[in-house]
């Protein structure tokens, strides 16, 4: 299959860098942006008889479910229309209300549009900017204000509105903050209306300068049992400031239920570190108990109660996934001594190098 792997495009910081050297990629989005728009697929919406917990997300003051909508799957994995219809309206039946997308996650914006523009109400709407680059432009645009600002006018094209909830700078460097076109290109379209709310989503000492800038209203990070650098080393900052929290890759991309190493990239580098921490309760047979107590209820509930954290996206291309999903949301924290055994674990066994995965 001719795909672009996450871990190619987002890999070590330098993921705007990783992005644009595949060839054809800028000139495949900017074709995407072009294709005529499809009529909205039209569904019956059920609602289920699963309560979602809903917190308030830091200084914005939106009502976020804790379990959110996780945008790249669809678009790496290419999944077609009438999959994401499925999936999406059973997200938002399932209570869910925060749909994550980007600027470069393929078609994963326009197929929003398609499945659940007309229940635009009925959700907030996050997307990323600096991926994005056209024809004639180098890499360095897409963290320009003026890059910023024409990605967030095309993002707003594909998903078939004119605004959004959030926008955050997708994983950029420390010097890309310093230099500060990237912010001005958010501030600016906040005061344009075209977003309500402004971002960053990344890792790592970014993750740290951006906490520290106090310009933003909302943080998004890697937090999982099998990447815990960001819970010590900025979400503690990002609680006292008051920021929205979203964790992505929120149950460590289930890695754990890989025998050998992952055919998919992505999850190779979550999955190595399962073989070392050895976690109990995601290894041998554990690994197929169900429910709260099993390996992703127990990986769920972990990010959930971590400092500052609102929502976590967790990201799947099958629909009945959201209503299980949302059931272990149910739970509610892990018992204390659960907690302690995991943030212990990685303490003893997680090497500097375990940073926080972009
Ligand atoms: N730099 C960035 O801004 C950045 C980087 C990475 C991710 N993100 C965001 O974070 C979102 C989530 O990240 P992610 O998809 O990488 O990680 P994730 O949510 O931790 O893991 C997703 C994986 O978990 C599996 N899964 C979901 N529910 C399951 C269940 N109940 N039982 C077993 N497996 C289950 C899915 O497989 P199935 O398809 O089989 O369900 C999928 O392969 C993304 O969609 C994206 O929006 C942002």
Known sequence: MNRISRRTLLSSGVGAAAALSVPGFARSVARAAMQPAEKSVDRPVEKQNVKIEHRTFGKTGLSVAVLGFGGSEIGYERTDDATVAKLLNAALDAGLNVVDTAECYIASEEQIAKAIGHRRKDFHLFTKVGHWIPEGKDESWGWTKEGVLASI????QRLKTDHVELVQIHSCRVEQLKQGGCVEGLQEAQKQGKTRFIGYSGDRDAAVYAVNMDVFDALQTSVNIADQQGIDLFLPQAKAK??????KRPIANAAWRYNDT????YHVEYWKRFQKLKFPFASGDARNVQGPDGPVGIALRFTLQQPGVHVAIVGTSKPERWSENAALTQAGPLK????KAIRDRWKEVAPQEWVGMT
Do not use: F, H, K
């Not at 006018?153 to 707003?156: C, E, F, V, Y």
């Not at 008051?242 to 964790?247: E, H, Q, R, T, Y």
């Not at 204390?336 to 907690?339: A, G, H, N």
């Open 153 to 156: 006018d095309r993002s707003l």
């Open 242 to 247: 008051n920021l929205g929290v979203v964790a």
């Open 262 to 265: 992952p055919g998919n990239d």
């Open 336 to 339: 204390p001594e659960q907690l």
